[in-house]
């Protein structure tokens, strides 16, 4: 059974710090691998999609990678600023349709 | 344009009463889900429908039963809600298309607290 998880759960850092934020998943037939956002009572927006045939995928800030040999993928965030302040889930999608996610890391960026 | 829409945002019940939340995607999509997050923010499938056919079935209480009157709405209703059922109940939808075009679109959720 696929399980994901992420570490930090957690993370505080100063505006303007570049950052790493890591999943990993335990199975590594995968279609694709998501990172999301989710901001306090709302749902959540997709930042980048890297198809499994995919090492990274890059947006203005955001960078993502994969490795789905060793079953991990970081998502790069630099220059932080607060706005950035949210909890990033990484998500696998399986076959059938099937998404998985992981449990999230809680990231606050202080001015 | 909101693409998925799910309603009510917030539901407060008492135990034992039945509920329904009601979602709506505008995405054109066929493929659409239920997920749980729970309290530690786990986001857990709990049902898929594609095209309106139930494709995932998660180890769920058969006193949830999610109905697809067609493939634009998945409703999920409750029965004999328990404690233990408040949670935010997210609304989704995907496309099995192209796979650069598959990704998953979420609802805002629906905040139900049972008590």
């Known amino acids: 059974k696929q399980e994901v998880t992420q570490i930090p759960a957690a993370l505080s850092v100063p505006e303007g710090e570049n950052l790493v934020l890591n999943c990993s998943f335990t199975?590594?037939?995968?279609?694709?691998l998501q990172w999301f956002r989710q901001d306090p009572g709302k749902g959540l927006t997709s930042l980048l999609l890297i198809q499994s045939s995919q090492r990274e995928q890059t947006s203005g800030r955001l960078n993502a990678s994969l490795d789905k040999s060793s079953g991990r993928s970081t998502l790069y965030i630099a220059a932080s600023q607060p706005g950035d302040s949210a909890t990033y889930l990484c998500?696998?999608?399986?076959?059938?349709?099937?998404?998985?996610f992981g449990p999230g890391t809680r990231l606050s960026v202080l001015p | 344009d909101t693409a998925v829409s799910q309603t009510p945002k917030y539901l407060v019940t008492q135990m034992g009463n039945d509920k329904s939340i009601k979602c709506e995607q505008n995405l054109g999509h066929d493929t659409m889900y239920w997920y749980k997050q729970d309290s530690k923010k786990f986001l857990k499938i709990m049902f898929s429908y594609n095209n309106k056919e139930l494709i995932i079935n998660e180890t769920v209480p058969n006193r949830f039963s999610p109905k697809s009157p067609d493939k634009a709405h998945l409703n999920l209703h409750i029965n004999s809600l328990e404690l233990g059922d408040s949670a935010v109940y997210f609304c989704a939808s995907s496309s099995p298309g192209q796979e650069k075009l598959n990704t998953i679109y979420f609802g805002e959720g629906s905040w139900l607290t049972v008590v």
């Open positions: 998500a696998v999608r399986l076959g059938g349709q099937n998404f998985v």
């Open positions: 199975d590594s037939a995968i279609y694709n």
